[in-house]
C-alpha cells in the first residue's frame, strides 16, 4: 500500500514541477530542464528530484543553481496541488542518464569495432596443423604381418634353457 502511494505521489509531484517549469521561473540561469524522475521516501517526508539540462556543463551548473535557489517557490507550488498534510522537502539531483548513455555508446563503438578487427584476423587464418588432426588406424601389408610373427619367434630364442639336473 505505501509503496502505491509513494509512487503515485511521485508522479504527481513530477508532473507539477514539469508544468511549472513549462511556463517559467525568471531566473535567466535557467536552461532547457526535463524532470527525469522524482523518489519520496517513505515517510513521504523527502522527495528527491532528478532533472537534466540539455547544454554546456557550464549551463548544466547554472541551471542546478537556480533551481537550488528556487526550491522554496517549487515546494510552495507543490503544497498547492497536493492533498497531502505535509508538503515533502524537494532536494534537486542532476541525472546522470545522458552521461552514462553516451560512455554506454562508446562502449558499445569499441566493442563492434574489437569484433570486426577479429573478424578479419579470423578470415585469413589458417590450422596451425594438419588440415585433418584426427589420428586414423593403420592399414597393414601382408608383409608386415609376417614381420611380426619373426619378431615373436626371436623373442621365444632368447629365454635361457632352465636345465633340471643338479648333480
Known amino acids: 500500500m505505501a509503496g502505491e502511494r509513494q509512487a503515485r505521489l511521485s508522479d ?3 508532473v507539477i514541477l514539469a508544468e511549472r517549469l513549462e511556463k517559467g521561473l525568471r531566473d535567466p540561469r535557467l536552461g532547457f530542464v526535463t524532470i527525469t524522475d522524482v523518489r519520496v521516501t517513505g515517510d513521504l517526508q523527502h522527495a528527491s528530484v532528478f532533472y537534466t539540462v540539455l547544454g554546456t556543463p557550464e549551463e548544466r551548473e547554472a541551471s542546478g543553481a537556480a533551481l537550488r535557489s528556487a526550491t522554496g517557490l517549487l515546494r510552495s507550488e507543490v503544497g498547492k496541488h497536493l492533498n497531502t498534510r505535509l508538503t515533502p522537502s524537494l532536494e534537486f539531483i542532476a541525472d546522470a542518464i545522458p552521461e552514462n ?5 562508446d562502449l558499445l563503438r569499441e566493442a563492434r569495432e574489437r569484433d570486426e578487427a577479429v573478424a578479419g584476423l579470423a578470415s585469413s587464418a589458417t590450422y596451425a596443423g594438419d588440415a585433418d588432426p584426427y589420428v586414423k588406424p ?5 608383409d608386415d604381418e609376417d614381420d611380426d610373427d619373426e619378431d615373436d619367434e626371436a623373442d621365444e630364442s632368447v629365454e635361457a634353457p632352465v636345465s633340471e639336473d643338479k648333480a
Not at 548513455?101 to 555508446?105: E, L, R, T, V, Y
Not at 593403420?138 to 601382408?142: I, N, T
Request: no cysteine; hydrophobic share 45%; proline share 0%.
Open 12 to 14: 504527481r509531484i513530477r
Open 101 to 105: 548513455a553516451g560512455h554506454i555508446a
Open 138 to 142: 593403420r592399414e597393414f601389408d601382408v
